[in-house]
């Protein structure tokens, strides 16, 4: 498998997690460490560390059922041991308020920007995801 690949399939696993809602893959393909951080599109809108990065993501994926996504127009580049892959991202699902019940289908038109880092493997060491506003 080219590192191209290699790269994508560790982004798919990220958004792959929110059809599965299993949460495991997330702590091994991303970096555990203190140059971690992430932006999110949905709040709180500061920048964070991993710890509460891992906790926003499975709510957000938790949150949202018949969760799917398209990743669109991928750019990958890799600079020695450093990537960045930016692309648009399309995710839907209903979203569920389980107190009350009730759901809402939600599509949001988005772009994201992920940086890995080969350590020994490809991580993900920074997430930047901003939603279209249309």
Known sequence: MSETQQIIKIIETFFETGKTKNFAPL?????????????SDMPPYDLKDYTTSMVLEELRFVSISDYDYQIKNPKISIFGETAIVA??????????????????????QGRATFVLVKKPTWKIVHIHLSKIKE
């Not at 702590?27 to 932006?39: G, H, K, P, T, V």
């Not at 692309?87 to 949001?108: P, R």
């Open 27 to 39: 702590r091994e393909i991303q970096l555990n460490d203190s140059a971690f951080s992430s932006f």
């Open 87 to 108: 692309f648009e991202l399309q995710q839907k699902g209903m979203l569920v308020d389980n107190k009350a019940y009730t759901g809402e289908y939600i599509t949001i």
